[in-house]
């Protein structure tokens, strides 16, 4: 256990957090999503897990060490409904909740069709499956920067 970081993030996560660099995009993924088989083609390489959470834990685990990317318009995005690109179900209602809490402002997330969804995945640094098992609980975070102290 480490103070003051969730014990949600174990060392395989930390490390790819670390790891990262401003732009580098990070997955969270549902326990439908092909995470293996796109993890393998990403920067990283491998699967990393956080089980037995819902995405919306996950994200805000992630976003109290992350920063996300305050440069761009689409930092957070999420996976579209098959034939309702607009409808936001409850888990991605809680993860926005996650991510507007981290942020300490409302960042609506963007969207991403589901097929696009599949390839944007096979580009990012890595992939991080949950125990989420609603429906479309996949979402894409673009990594910020830490400023320096004043």
Known sequence: MLKGISPLLNADVLYALRAMGHGDRLIVADANFPS?????????????????VTAAE?????LSVMPLDSFIDDAAARMEIVDAPNE????????Q?????????????ASIERFAFYEHAKS????VQTGERRFYGC?????GVVPPEA
């Open 139 to 143: 979402f894409s975070f673009s990594k």
């Open 36 to 52: 293996d088989a796109i993890a393998r083609q990403t920067r990283l390489g491998r699967l990393l897990r956080i089980d037995n």
């Open 58 to 62: 996950a994200v805000a685990a992630i």
């Open 124 to 127: 990012a640094y890595c992939v």
């Open 88 to 95: 936001i179900p409850p888990v991605q209602q809680e993860v």
């Open 97 to 109: 909740k996650a991510i507007d809490a981290a942020e300490g402002k409302s960042l609506p997330m």
